[in-house]
């Protein structure tokens, strides 16, 4: 077993939150490790894909006040990258009575100013003649909303981790983490030490915290997401479709309960 090597705080899980995480403690000088249990980039975590939804309109205050510090900090990223990373496609959130999840969405964009439109569903059609709809539903157009290049945006923040003298080593499983003033890493390959640990290890995260004594009661769920009709489509056909700005991403809630 090879020296142990002290870090200002380890980052357990190189999905978007880890890596994220990591590049903005590297960003602020922090000596970051990154562990990675898979060889990267690698398909099994929830944060693979071409894309990602971004938006503002949540019901919840606190989302809102957390978009507005992120979505800034796309912008920087992709300047450091020189990637563009986010495109503008807006979000049409679609509704039967009781339209409570479009009134809660609509109430918080208004009041943190952000452009957004009701449409009625005659007006949903006209923009897209596809769906069917019947008469009482009804649609919040969120305009600020749009598409997040997900695989580049992973790989952005990774790169720019290490351009900042943050270390990944990905293949390397954590196995246990010993608490204490200074914290213990245990992986499949060493033994580090650090002041501070961030898990962000999705769904594995649970396995990690077990033995601490903590159980979150996390879930895996299958949601019926719409855009699963991408899958069928290719890259190619779907990247015309969605960044063209005529297609808008959109939320069904009949089908999402
Ligand atoms: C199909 C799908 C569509 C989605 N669409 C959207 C959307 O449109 N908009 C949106 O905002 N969100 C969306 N989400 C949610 C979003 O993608 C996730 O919230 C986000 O990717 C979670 O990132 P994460 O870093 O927490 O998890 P993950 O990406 O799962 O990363 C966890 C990482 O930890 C690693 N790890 C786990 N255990 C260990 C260990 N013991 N040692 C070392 N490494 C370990 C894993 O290998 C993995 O790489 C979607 C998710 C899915 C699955």
Known sequence: MSAIVEYDCIVVGAGIEGSATAYHLAKKKQRTLLLEQFGLPHTRGSSFGQSRLTRFSYRQKHYMQMMEEAFPLWSVLEKETKTTLFRNTQLLIIQKPPYNLLEGRKKQLMAFGKLHRELTHREVLQR??????????????????????????????????????????????????????????????????????????????????????????????????????????????????????????????????
């Open 128 to 257: 897209c003649p596809g769906m069917r709809l019947t008469e009482d539903f009804r649609a919040l157009l969120d305009e600020c909303a749009g598409t997040l290049k997900a695989n580049k945006a992973l790989k952005g923040f990774q790169d720019e981790f290490k351009k900042r003298g943050g270390i990944i080593h990905d293949e390397e499983k954590v196995l246990s983490i010993i608490p204490g003033k200074i914290v213990t890493v245990c992986t499949t390959k060493n033994r580090y030490t650090s002041k501070s640990v961030v898990l962000t290890a999705g769904p594995w995260s649970s396995k990690i915290l077990q033995p601490l004594g903590l159980s979150l009661p996390l879930e895996t769920k299958s949601p019926s997401w719409m855009y699963r009709i991408t899958y069928l489509l290719s890259w190619q056909i779907m990247e015309k479709i969605v960044f063209s700005r005529k297609f808008p991403h959109f939320l069904f809630f009949p089908l999402l309960n």
